[in-house]
């Protein structure tokens, strides 16, 4: 069986087996006209073109030779080192073990959550807070509002505020950190967790609520900055080294 690597907005992605290189194309996370690679293979090339062989692409292959994944090249299997599923060549072994050292290596049929993705399951979990939000309102405006003193209205504005900030926090807190994946990411089978792949437990989801309105405060580059990076990692993500991967 092959190990694919394919092109994602020029970032390369991979090793993937074949049936997960299938299973991409059938979510159109790969179209047909996004260049794949596996060792063998002079060169890129459109899926499309080679879709109908993947099984059999994978026999080309020299049982003695692997790709490495970090630079992709081909090499003698006893002169690599191997993680996991994939295979490292010599030149690479001191950039691959400075990555093991910061919890950056990630399994190898990982994909990331992309930027619409991930801005999409905001909205979604904005409005849920919105509704929330707009309830405690209500209440504030009916029970604090009824006296007619300013007092009253102040105290009541400061306690509705307070209750957002707990809601927003609890609410990102107990959904991450229980099920890794608050209610917008869950519609968008998006899940957060840490470099090396493991749950985020409540300390770190929580800290990446408050790290998250860090993202906010930059006027959202922290956010935009996922569109361009190789993990599709946010200002918060960097900051409690989590990320958001496809579920």
């Known amino acids: 069986m ?3 690597y394919y092109l994602d907005s020029d970032k390369r992605q991979g090793p993937i087996n074949d049936s997960r290189l299938k299973w ?19 060169d890129w090339q459109p899926f499309g073109e080679i879709k109908a062989n993947i099984g059999h692409i994978g026999q080309i292959l ?5 790709a490495c994944a970090e630079c992709y090249r081909s090499f003698a299997r006893n002169e690599m080192l191997k993680f996991g599923d994939s295979f490292i060549c010599a030149s690479c072994k001191p950039v691959f073990v400075q990555k093991l050292k910061e919890g950056v290596v990630v399994a190898s049929d990982t994909v990331y959550g992309g930027f619409w993705q991930r801005f999409w399951a905001k909205i979604l979990d904005a409005i849920i807070l919105w509704v929330v939000n707009m309830v405690l309102s209500l209440v504030n405006i009916f029970i604090f509002m009824r006296g007619g003193e300013s ?6 504005t400061l ?14 807190t107990y959904f991450v950190g229980s099920r890794g994946a608050t209610p917008g990411k869950m519609a968008l089978n998006l899940k957060v967790v840490t470099a090396n792949g493991d749950s985020v437990s409540y300390g770190r989801a929580l800290a990446r609520y408050f790290a998250e309105i860090v993202s906010g405060m930059t006027l959202g580059i922290g956010y935009i900055i996922a569109a361009f990076d190789t993990e599709k990692k946010a200002l918060h993500d960097i900051i ?3 990320r958001v991967v496809k579920n």
């Open 240 to 242: 409690c080294k989590t």
């Open 24 to 42: 991409l194309s059938g979510e159109g996370a790969i179209a047909d006209t996004d260049l794949v690679w596996t060792n063998g293979m002079n």
């Open 2 to 4: 092959a190990n694919w």
């Open 159 to 172: 306690i509705t505020w307070a209750l957002q900030i707990m809601i927003s926090a609890g609410y990102a």
């Open 151 to 156: 007092t009253f209205s102040l105290a009541g």
């Open 62 to 66: 020299d049982a003695d030779e692997e």
